[in-house]
């Protein structure tokens, strides 16, 4: 594989392999990417998912051609039982290889990590987020317990609901919490997943965008029904979301009284913790 005719041909193929990849990895491959376009976070990931793919693309198709030319070219033909001749290698392509790939890892590093910093990437950052978008949010509670989540809207008046509904365009605050064993809320539509942890109040961003229907799951094994423990959210328009909290806010009404009061982390009775 020394020569220098088997290294130009594996490079022209190379080339003309990754031409043809390239387009169809950005434009065709790349908008189907998960999560999709249900909120800004998400088409970020779609994004993300769409430049590392390509970046890849050109060492898929080198190790592709390498394989398919080798097997061609130098298959033995015949049925005798000769040992092949010695491979021994390039130092020059070796370096090569190793310059070219660490290169793109320590980019792929630093572009996930820019990424990250934006806006969090939708992944719950704790109590103290270090990305804090600019403009006023949404805050919403997401409360996971075996084996349901709950939700509940602070500004108004801490009034807790059993399904998740968001108004379009608009950033929202969600502050993760659970009330027994470790869960994972995760909104795949909208490119959120955030642990939810007994005593910590784990915050995650998401700008909603337009109306529509969303998966939501537990994505940590928390107990026996864990598997039945998800949702379907909804992002609504303004007027409907506005419509659809008062209502909530009349169907709480008679429990409030009852229920303990909004914050950030809750401590139940310990013998209904984990049960």
């Known amino acids: 594989m020394s020569g220098p005719n088997h290294i130009r041909r594996v490079a022209i193929l190379t080339l003309v392999a990754t031409l043809i990849a390239l387009p169809l990895v950005i434009w065709v491959l790349g908008p189907a990417l998960p999560p999709g376009s249900g909120s800004d976070q998400a088409a970020g990931q779609v994004t993300d998912n769409t430049v590392l793919t390509a970046l890849v693309t050109p060492f898929v198709c080198f190790i592709l051609v390498f394989?398919?030319?080798?097997?061609?070219?130098?298959?033995?033909?015949?049925?005798?039982?000769?040992?092949?001749?010695?491979?021994?290698?390039?130092?020059?392509?070796?370096?090569?290889?190793?310059?070219l790939t660490s290169a793109l890892v320590i980019f792929m590093a630093g572009y996930g990590t820019y990424a990250l910093l934006q806006n969090g990437s939708g992944g719950g950052q704790g109590p103290d987020p270090i990305a804090v978008p600019r403009g006023a949010s949404l805050?919403?509670?997401?409360?996971?317990?075996?084996?349901?989540?709950?939700?509940?809207?602070?500004?108004?008046?801490g009034v807790e609901t059993m399904h998740l509904v968001l108004p379009a365009d608009r950033q929202i605050e969600l502050h993760v919490t659970s009330l027994d064993a470790v869960h994972s809320f995760w909104a795949y539509g909208l490119g959120v997943k955030a642990d939810a942890t007994l005593g910590t109040d784990n915050v995650v961003y998401v700008n909603t965008r337009s109306p529509r229907s969303f998966d939501i799951h537990c994505?940590?094994?928390?107990?026996?029904?864990?598997?039945?423990?998800?949702?379907?959210g909804k992002v609504v328009g303004g007027t409907e979301f506005d419509a659809w909290i008062q209502q909530q806010q009349q169907l709480y009404q008679p429990i409030a009284q009852y229920m303990p009061p909004y914050s950030t982390t809750y401590s139940p009775d310990p013998q209904r913790r984990a049960g």
Do not use: S
């Open 67 to 99: 394989f398919g030319y080798a097997l061609v070219v130098f298959r033995r033909r015949g049925a005798d039982d000769e040992e092949g001749e010695a491979i021994r290698g390039d130092p020059r392509a070796q370096t090569l290889w190793i310059v």
């Open 139 to 157: 805050p919403v509670q997401v409360i996971a317990q075996q084996w349901q989540f709950t939700y509940r809207y602070p500004t108004y008046g």
């Open 219 to 232: 994505a940590e094994l928390c107990g026996l029904y864990h598997g039945y423990m998800f949702d379907t």
